[in-house]
């Protein structure tokens, strides 16, 4: 399989918890990013990975998240002392050196549930 | 700043009419324009892209759209509805020549195909 690979793809958490997230792009992707999805809301940028340098954060990505990809290879995105805002789907994407013009691919998503 | 506005959160047609989804952005500048289509539970899928050059544009399962600058517009079009076209539908920007091009997108369009 050559795509985009998110693990898990269903989590559910208690409020307070940790989670973490893993994201495997394709591997000669050197850009990673990672995106949130609120139900019916179209896809919100969270941040970016230009091989293992994050380059940009959004404002959505408050203290509790943080991001890593420490080879330039698989990313993971943890959440500590997870809320119930934090419930969404957490997309990964990733695009070659000069994929501007290709556009991403996104994988399948880890869809989140604080209760 | 650029922003995305969907006209339609919600869009039912019958099978075999024509499906129009509107989608008008805000950018200082003209730039790459994208439609994702997102199926339940899964990832987001390019449909089509506009980048440079023609400005109807053809993608993929019989989709098309159109760039018009002076409307700052890029509605995406099918002839005809398939039951299988149901999902929901994203249109995005990413700007040109710009650190990391990340995809900023509208709200979505629910499409919903009836028999």
């Known amino acids: 399989d050559t795509g985009v690979s998110q693990d898990p793809r269903h989590k559910i958490t208690k409020r307070g918890q940790n989670v973490t997230f893993r994201c495997d792009p394709i591997s000669e992707h050197n850009r990673l990013y990672w995106y949130r999805q609120t139900l019916g809301q179209g896809p919100e940028f969270l941040t970016y990975f230009q091989n293992e340098a994050q380059l940009e954060k959004s404002r959505l990505l408050s203290d509790r998240f943080s991001a890593e990809r420490p080879k330039g290879s698989f990313s993971t995105l943890e959440i500590q002392r997870t809320e119930q805002g934090d419930s969404a789907m957490y997309l990964c994407?990733?695009?070659?050196?000069?994929?501007?013009?290709?556009?991403?691919?996104f994988g399948s998503g880890t869809r989140l549930t604080v209760v | 700043a650029q922003s995305v506005t969907q006209l339609g959160s919600h869009v039912s047609v019958s099978e075999g009419a024509l499906v129009l989804l509107r989608c008008n952005y805000s950018s200082s500048v003209p730039p790459y324009l994208f439609w994702y289509v997102q199926y339940p539970n899964q990832g987001l899928q390019l449909l089509l892209k506009y980048t440079t050059g023609a400005t109807l544009v053809k993608g993929i399962n019989g989709f098309e759209a159109e760039f018009k600058k002076s409307e700052t517009s890029f509605h995406l079009t099918k002839p005809s509805a398939h039951m299988s076209d149901a999902a929901e539908y994203f249109c995005a920007v990413s700007p040109i020549k710009a650190a990391g091009n990340k995809l900023t997108f509208g709200g979505g369009t629910r499409v919903l195909v009836k028999p």
């Open positions: 994407a990733s695009r070659p050196r000069q994929g501007e013009l290709y556009g991403y691919t």
